[in-house]
Each structure stands twice: as C-alpha cells, then as structure tokens.
C-alpha cells in the first residue's frame, strides 16, 4: 500500500517515491492524531487499538486487492471518529455521522479535495447496521477489514467486553444456543454469534478478506463447540441452533 494508485493520483505522478512516502506519512500521522483524540471516550472494544488494527487490515487487504491508499488510509482511521453506544438509536447513523465528521476534518487539513467523497463512502458503507453497498475496491477493502475484528479471538473478546459494558449476560441459562426461542443480542453476548458474527463470512467483500474471515469464523465455532461441552448441553442442540449457517445464509447486503 505503499504505492501510489495510478488512477487517484494523477496529480501526483511527477513525484519520486521519497516524495510519495513523505507525502503519505504527513497525512498517516494528521489521521492517527484525530483518532486518538475522536476515540479518547470509547470502549475498550472500539478503541484507538481497534482502530489501529482495522488500517493494518486494510493495509494488508488493500495491497492484495489493489485499492487506492489516498482513499483507503484516511477511511480505515477515520471510520468509528463518531461515538455511538451499541445500544443506541443513533446506531444506524453512527457512519453517517463520522463520515460527516471525518470530511470537516479532511477539510479543515486541507487533504486533497478529489479523494473526499470517496473516502466518505468508505465510512458509510463499513458498517453492518448502515447496510450500505460499498461500489469502490477501497470502500470493501475498508469494509472487510471492519468486520474482520468482529471475528477470530478479536472478535470474540470485543463481543464479551462490548456485552460486559452493556450490563449483558453470557448466555441464556435455559437455552444457551438459541434455536426453540429467537436470538437476542440485547440479553446475551452470545446471541450476537447469531444475530451478526456468523452471518459476517457471507457478506465479505474481496476474495483476500473473505478467505481471512472463514478462518476467524471457525475461532467462533470452536468456541461455542466448547462452551456447548462445558455447560453439557447435547452437540446436536449447538447444530440446530447452527443450521441457518447452511440452510439460510444471507447474501451481502452491504
Ligand atoms: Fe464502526
Ligand atoms: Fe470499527
């Protein structure tokens, strides 16, 4: 991701790469210093780490996927500058509003105005409650190396941690793995397994991000696979309240 993409950058074609790298390190640290700043107040889950991980993703994603690093940096840094508790109304607006912030911010640093509104999209679209379809490489790059966080021991750990700060249960003492009763993600932390984590592989947008997610995924299955074993509940109730994994899985909606 360090070169710079021919399309986006045709104003820039005159410089060396020491130019391009110059260039690109003013703005990484512009970003990162915001994102300290926006994110000083979130939780643990959704914090300047998180967000350090999602532009390694995306770093990682991008390179293979040949997305524009202008548009790809800023959003992946920029995409959670705005807030919003998980259990909020707001939720579904919490893209909007930090693409909305993030633009301000790229305006006010004065970064170059033809990749604005691309980035932009890249916010919008990255979140799984906005259902926005990403129409650019760089807006699924970003979107991919969300949800690539929601999966794997990452994302096992946020869902536990972000289910504690909500004042949630683990599970459901009756029935652990839902399958008789419908799934609630606002009672237990494990009920998010089934409300999103696992619909999550489906809705992955690049070959490389979608390869990475079916990894993380079986972290996920284990997990539960144990937890199942513990607590004694028979394997075939876990299958059953799986099966939507096979029989239902939803297409990208986003
Ligand atoms: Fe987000
Ligand atoms: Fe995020």
């Not at 950058?9 to 410089?15: A, R």
């Not at 920029?78 to 909020?88: A, G, N, P, Y």
């Not at 790059?141 to 999966?151: K, N, P």
């Not at 809705?203 to 284990?222: D, K, W, Y």
Request: charged share 20%; glycine share 6%; hydrophobic share 40%.
């Amino acid at each position: 991701m360090s070169t710079p993409p021919s399309h986006a950058l045709s104003h820039l074609k005159f410089m060396t790469m020491t130019d391009w790298d110059q260039w690109f390190t003013r703005w990484q640290s512009a970003f990162e210093q915001f994102a300290a700043d926006a994110m000083s107040e979130a939780d643990a889950g959704h914090d300047l780490y998180h967000v350090k991980r999602v532009v390694a993703n995306s770093v990682r994603l991008g390179g293979v996927e040949g997305a524009c690093p202008s548009i790809v940096m800023p959003a992946a840094w920029l995409h959670d500058c705005v807030v919003v508790r998980k259990d909020s109304p707001e939720r579904n607006r919490a893209s909007r509003m930090a693409a909305q912030r993030a633009g301000e911010f790229l305006g006010s640093i004065d970064y170059p105005v033809q990749f604005r509104e691309y980035v932009a999209h890249a916010i919008i679209a990255h979140s799984f409650t906005a259902a926005v379809c990403p129409t650019t490489v760089d807006a699924k790059v970003v979107q991919d190396a969300d949800r690539l966080e929601a999966l794997g021991a990452l994302g096992l750990a946020r869902c536990l941690m972000t289910g504690g700060a909500l004042g949630q249960r683990l599970f459901d003492p009756i029935e652990p793995f839902p399958f008789r009763r419908p799934a609630d993600e606002r009672q237990q932390s494990v009920d998010h397994f089934y409300t999103k984590l696992l619909k999550l592989p489906a809705t992955m947008q690049t070959q490389s991000g979608r390869v990475e997610a079916q990894r993380r995924t079986q972290v996920l299955i284990r997990f539960l696979e144990d937890l199942a074993e513990e607590l004694g509940t028979a394997a075939s109730e876990l299958q059953q309240s799986l099966s939507f994994l096979t029989t239902n899985c939803p297409q990208a909606h986003a």
